[in-house]
C-alpha cells in the first residue's frame, strides 16, 4: 500500500509545505514546520481533509437538503445556566445546548478551577458532567474538587488522552456537558503526530465539534496560550469553536477577568471578573468598586475611566507617568493599551495643545491588569498624561470618557447613558465627556447629582481637568 505523505505544517501560520525547510515561507517563523502524517490517506491533513471523511448535521436539520427560510421555525434554546453568574454572563446568558467553546489562557491562571466549578454545579441541575484531563490524574483533580466544595455531583472524571476512547466514554454515560482539559494534551488515533501539534488540536477541535453538534452536547474545550500570548493553533481553532474565552489579568493579582473575544450567541468583549480565593474563583459583584479600590485620589498622573466592555460599563483607573529621560532616547511604554494608541494621543496633544512631550520617558497603565482597546480611552489618557506632566491631579470626584481624534477634535462615542449611570452609582459627580453625547436629561441634580461637562477639543478637556 502507498503510504500517504507527509506534510510539513508551520505551527505558527498553518501553513503547508511538502519538504521541511528551516523557515516557513508564509509568516516567516523559524523552525516551525512539523511532520504531519496522517493515518488514513487523504489529500492533505489539512483541515478540508479531516471534514472530509465526515458529515455532521446540527439538531433539528438532520438529513434533510436546504430548506426554505421562512419554513424554518427559529429555536431559541433555553439557555443552561452554570450557576455562576460572572461565567454564564461572559457565555452571553448561559450554556448554549450543542456549543463548542473553547477557554484560553496562561497556564496556573485558574482555566480548570472555572470549568471544573461550573461543570459541578451544571451537573447538580442538568445531569451529569464528563471531565476529562490529560493533565491531572483523577485524584488531583478531586483534591481540587473538595478545595472547591465540591458534593455530590453527578460528574464523571476521566484521565485520558486518547480522542476515540473519550468519544466511547460519552456513548455510555450520555453526558449533558463535556469538558476536556486540554485541547493541546488530546490526541486522535487517525493522526501521527505528537498532541499539541497544529494538526492534533485541528482533529481534536473538529472532531468534538461534530459530537457537539450532534448530540446536542455542550462541550468546553481548555486550550492553552503560546509565549505570545495567542491560543496554539489560534486560527485553526478560533473559527470551529462557537465561542471563544480567555483570561485576562495577570497571575500576581487575585482577581481574573473572563472576556468573549467571539461569541455566536452573545456579544463580544463581554466579560466576567472573578476573585481568585482559597475555595476557587469567587464572582465579583462590583467590578468598578474592585478596579478603584486602591487608587488614591490626590495624585497627579491618574484619571477614571468610564469604559464599557461588552453590555457593562466599568470604572477602571488609567495611570500615566511622564518624568525627565536620562538618556537620550526616551521610553514609552505602554501597559493595558496600545503602545501605538499612546505615541497618537501623545502627537496630538504636542501638536494641538501644546504639551511637549519629546524627551520626557512616558509611562502608561491601566490599574488592575484590566486591557482596554476601545478608543472612548483615549481622552482619560490624554487626561492622565496631562496631569502628570503638569504634576498636578485631576479634579476629585470626576470620571472621564471621549475618543479623541488626530485634530485634536474630541468625538462622541457609544453608550454614553450607560457610562454616566455607572459613574454616578459609583459616586462621581462630575463627567468630562464628548459634547455630542451630552444629554440634558441625564443630568442631575440633588441627591447624586451628576454634572455632565461637553468637550470639543483636546484643548478645552485640558482647560476643565486641570483648571
Ligand atoms: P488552575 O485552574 O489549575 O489553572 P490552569 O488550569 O489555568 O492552569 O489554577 C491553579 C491556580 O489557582 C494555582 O496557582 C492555585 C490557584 N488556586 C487557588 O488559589 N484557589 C483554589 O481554590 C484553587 C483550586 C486554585
Ligand atoms: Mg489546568
Known sequence: MKQPRPVFVCQQCDAQSPKWQGRCTECGAWNSLVEERPTEAGPAAGGTA????????????????????????????????????????????????????????????????LLLQAAANFAVTHGPVLYASGEESEHQIKSRGDRLGVGDAPLYLMAETCIERILEEIGRIHPAMLVIDSVQTVFSLKFQSAPGSIGQVREAATQFLFTAKGHNLPTFLVGHVTKEGSLAGPKALEHVVDTVLYFEGERHHSHRVV?????????????????????????????????????SVATPGSAVLCCVEGSRPLLVEVQALVSTSAY?????????????????????????????????????????????????????????????????????????????????????????????????????????MPAANVD????????????????????????????
Open 440 to 467: 440634558p436629561a441625564l443630568e442631575r441634580g440633588g441627591e447624586g447629582a451628576i454634572e455632565l461637562v461637553g468637550i470639543r477639543h483636546v484643548g478645552e478637556a485640558l482647560d476643565h481637568l486641570l483648571a
Open 328 to 432: 537620550g532616547m526616551p521610553r514609552r511604554m505602554a501597559v493595558g493599551i496600545d503602545q501605538n494608541r499612546l505615541s497618537l494621543l501623545l502627537a496630538v496633544l504636542e501638536k494641538r495643545a501644546g504639551l511637549l512631550v519629546g524627551g520626557d520617558d512616558v509611562f502608561v497603565n491601566i490599574a488592575g491588569g484590566m486591557s482596554l482597546d476601545e478608543p472612548a480611552a483615549d481622552l482619560a489618557i490624554v487626561g492622565a498624561l496631562a496631569s502628570s506632566l503638569r504634576n498636578r491631579p485631576l479634579p476629585p470626584g470626576t470620571a472621564v470618557f471621549g475618543e479623541v481624534g488626530l485634530g485634536g477634535e474630541v468625538r462622541g462615542v457609544p453608550q454614553a447613558p450607560l457610562r454616566i449611570r455607572e459613574a454616578q452609582q459609583m459616586g462621581f459627580t462630575r463627567v468630562v
Open 50 to 113: 479531516s471534514l472530509a471523511g465526515h458529515r455532521y448535521a446540527l439538531p433539528g436539520s438532520a438529513g434533510q437538503g436546504a430548506r426554505k427560510y421562512a419554513d424554518i421555525t427559529a429555536e431559541n434554546a433555553a439557555r443552561l445556566t452554570t450557576g455562576i453568574g460572572e461565567f454564564d454572563r461572559v457565555l452571553g446568558g448561559g450554556i448554549v445546548p450543542g456549543s463548542l467553546v473553547l477557554l484560553g489562557g496562561e497556564p496556573g491562571i485558574g482555566k480548570s478551577t
Open 259 to 295: 472576556r468573549a473575544v467571539k461569541n455566536r450567541f452573545g456579544a463580544i468583549s463581554e466579560l466576567g471578573v472573578f476573585e481568585m480565593t482559597g475555595t476557587g474563583l469567587v464572582p465579583v459583584p462590583n467590578p468598578s468598586a474592585m478596579f478603584l479600590a486602591e487608587r
